[in-house]
């Protein structure tokens, strides 16, 4: 071999080596932002008791999930997954959080479709025609009446499991975040009952597929999900375990999320002596 083409092989493998030196740092400081916009713990909503279960794939990902307060008596509940896995999907979740904190600042907050309407704009702006997008639910909770407002831009539908009757929170939604800025994102309501069970997932749970590539599916999820539970973190354990049980210990191949929200009996009274 000619030393000319050593030197250009050993010149070669130090640029890669740099590359992937630089790549890593990237993926770390991504992980760590991932980390640091995550709650590290769920707030207390009155009525409402609360867990959730998150788990990257092995590095940098795309889920968010969120609770936090939007004025006396009211709570937003926020999940959103973007499209794809790795540096490209955990630098866009910074920018959606960051345009979402944006909108999160307003006064008065903005109800759940004015939020994903205001995002959107916003986001496809920047993303154009790049292909990404962003599948997102925002929930409004009143604590006072127990009634839950909600839009969806094209994220998978939660589930509410009412006693034997279980419901998909299907009726808003519209295209994932940043394809176009003229989507319109419209609302619905539900009122809540002592004893629902919200369960709120990223496709990476029911995309989590066995050995033979079945998926876990959504009847899975949905009979997981019905079975009787007297706490939220109980329902989450039960649902995080099946799909474990499913990939027979292979690990996950991408980000899941899920957040469990199981409405208190009300309390009986005492009666007096």
Same mark, same amino acid.
């Given at each position: 071999m000619a030393p000319e083409s050593s030197d250009q092989i050993r010149q070669l493998s130090d640029e890669l080596r740099q590359a992937r030196e630089e790549l890593k740092r990237c993926g770390e400081?991504?992980? !760590?932002?991932?980390?640091?916009?995550? $709650? %590290? %713990?769920? $707030?207390?909503? $009155?009525s409402l008791d609360l867990a959730v279960h998150?788990?990257? /794939?092995?590095?940098?990902?795309?889920?968010?999930?969120?609770?936090? $307060?939007?004025?006396?008596?009211?709570?937003?509940?926020?999940? =959103?997954?973007? /499209?794809?896995? #790795?540096? =490209?999907? /955990?630098?866009?979740? #910074?920018l959606v959080h960051a345009l979402g904190s944006a909108v999160r600042g307003r006064e008065p907050a903005p109800s759940p479709g004015s939020s994903l309407s205001l995002v959107n704009r916003l986001l496809a702006q920047y993303l154009g025609e790049s292909g990404q997008f962003? !599948? =997102?639910?925002? #929930? %409004?909770?009143?604590?006072? !009446?127990?009634?839950? !407002?909600?839009?969806? =831009?094209?994220?998978?539908?939660?589930?509410?499991?009412? #006693?034997?009757?279980?419901?998909?929170?299907?009726?808003?939604?519209?295209?994932p975040l940043g394809i176009s800025a003229a989507s319109v994102y419209e609302e619905a309501s539900v009122q809540l009952q002592p004893g629902d069970r919200l369960v709120l997932f990223t496709d990476g749970i029911t995309e989590s597929p066995d050995e033979a590539h079945e998926l876990f599916g959504d009847e899975r999820l949905e009979a997981v999900a019905s079975a009787t539970s007297n706490t939220a973190a109980e329902l989450l354990d039960r649902i995080v375990n099946s799909v474990r049980t499913l990939r027979g210990g292979s690990p996950a191949i991408d980000d899941e999320t899920c957040l469990v929200a199981l409405v208190k009996p009300v309390p009986t009274a005492t009666p007096e002596p």
């Open positions: 400081l991504l992980l !760590t932002i991932q980390k640091s916009i995550l $709650p %590290q %713990q769920l $707030p207390a909503v $009155p998150f788990a990257d /794939a092995g590095g940098v990902g795309g889920d968010f999930y969120d609770v936090h $307060p939007i004025g006396r008596d009211r709570w937003a509940i926020v999940i =959103a997954d973007v /499209a794809g896995h #790795g540096l =490209a999907a /955990a630098a866009l979740l #910074g962003v !599948t =997102a639910f925002v #929930g %409004q909770y009143d604590a006072r !009446t127990d009634v839950l !407002t909600y839009a969806s =831009a094209g994220h998978p539908y939660p589930r509410l499991i009412r #006693g034997d009757s279980l419901l998909r929170l299907d009726a808003a939604t519209a295209m």
